[in-house]
């Protein structure tokens, strides 16, 4: 059986993190979010072909030929006209019954396993908010619709974008109309394939949309959550100095030096080469790329730090995702809470977003630096290559 993985789409709702990147390489707990989904596939399925876009040189430069015991090949969506074409680009590289997997979500091997018993299958994920999904509609358990985007508030079933189908779906997407957005989708197609064959509809134990910045923070803490009470400390050739404590899961790379005076709270995950501390805090789900340095007297929490990032001395930085070669000068603070408690909020698109999240700190792209002393507001992001002043308080976007 095979796997077809659609991540050609080039996304602005991810900005500043995807500008230069496609979003199926944004790290999560120090791996790529596509790398997720491949290691879900290990054992269950012998191919994925990889439907590449935006960035395609990118993700073929990363993942090569295979993954651990997978086949990997790719093709290309040449337009960017909607889920319904890119999958079409799988067509003569698929046959009989095979899985289509969104290639910006997480997935979890045992969903994946128990949509393929069931046979021709959709995958559902229960959320409180429908109306940002489409909504997968059932009868009896077998699918009978997906609603895009429904005006109905409240909770239902979500489409995950999991499905298993076989090699007729790309007759029924020969014959599609472009929608009201203008691209073909491949929900329409899903809903006139479940009008041939009974389609399962199957409930997700563990499923993570990669909608918005955020959504690698609530990704990265369910991962890392998943070692909570887990006292192993891994130190793959790492140096930790006496005087160093760590509690929990703790996993650290190679060539890491970890100063005397630091305190690391797991779960947490450091990569290769880096350089933490002394006299740092690193509290929990916090996951740091490789070739970082944390200085002294800094606090990290509930963050993702890609590579070759540095958060200098006398620094805060929580509830945030921090972009490749990012640095900040000395005394950086990120605020991640309101005054009032309320949610915070974050322009997306020239419109303020509701993120859900009570804290939230800053969203920061590729290479950005920070002048000593700068201050940043919740929600608040800064797109790459820009700088800050010495001293300057962040109240709106920097791009």
């Given amino acids: 059986m095979k796997a077809v993985i659609l991540a050609a ?27 997720h989904n491949l290691m879900q596939l290990q054992g269950v399925v012998d191919e994925a072909v990889i439907i590449c876009g935006f960035g395609s040189g990118m993700i073929r430069q990363k993942l090569g030929g295979s993954y651990g015991k997978l086949k990997i090949s790719y093709a290309e969506q040449k337009q960017q006209l909607g889920t319904g074409n890119a999958l079409m680009a799988a067509e003569g590289l698929v046959s009989g019954k095979f899985i289509v997997l969104m290639g910006d979500d997480i997935y979890s091997g045992s969903d994946i396993k128990k949509c393929i018993k069931r046979g021709f299958s959709v995958l559902a994920g229960r959320v409180n908010g429908i109306g940002s999904f489409g909504e997968v509609l059932s009868v009896n358990g077998f699918l009978s619709g997906i609603r895009e985007k429904p005006e109905r508030a409240g909770a239902g079933l979500a489409n995950t974008g999991l499905y298993v189908v076989d090699g007729r779906v790309f007759e029924i997407l020969a014959k599609l109309k472009k929608s009201s957005r203008g691209e073909y989708e491949l929900t329409d197609a899903v809903s006139a394939f479940a009008k041939m064959e009974r389609v399962a509809v199957e409930e997700a134990e563990f499923w993570h949309p990669i909608t918005y910045p955020w959504s690698l923070l609530n990704a990265n803490e369910a991962i890392l959550r998943q070692h909570e009470g887990d006292k192993q400390q891994i130190f793959r050739g790492a140096v930790v100095e006496k005087g160093a404590t760590l509690k929990g899961y703790v996993s650290v790379g190679k060539g890491t030096l970890v100063r005397s005076g630091s305190y690391i709270e797991g779960p947490v995950v450091i990569g290769d080469n880096c350089r933490v501390g002394p006299n740092c805090f690193i509290r929990p789900y916090t996951a740091i790329g490789s070739n970082c340095r944390i200085g002294n007297a800094v606090e990290v929490k509930n963050s993702i730090l890609m590579d070759n990032a540095v958060i200098g001395h006398i620094s805060y930085c929580g509830d945030s995702v921090i972009g490749e070669g990012v640095n900040f000068g000395a005394g950086t603070i990120v605020a991640n809470l309101r005054h009032d408690n309320g949610n915070v909020k974050s322009m997306v698109k020239g419109a303020l977003i509701d993120t859900g999240r009570r804290k939230l700190g800053t969203i920061i792209g590729d290479g950005a630096k920070t002048g000593i002393h700068t201050s940043i507001y919740p929600g608040r992001k800064i797109w790459p290559g820009k700088t800050t002043l010495p001293g300057e308080v962040v109240r709106k976007d920097v791009n």
């Avoid at 996304?11 to 791996?31: C, E, F, G, I, M």
């Fill in 9 to 35: 789409g080039s996304s602005t709702r991810t900005y500043p993190l995807t500008v230069d990147r496609p979003k199926a390489l944004l790290p999560v707990a120090n791996t790529p979010v596509l790398e």
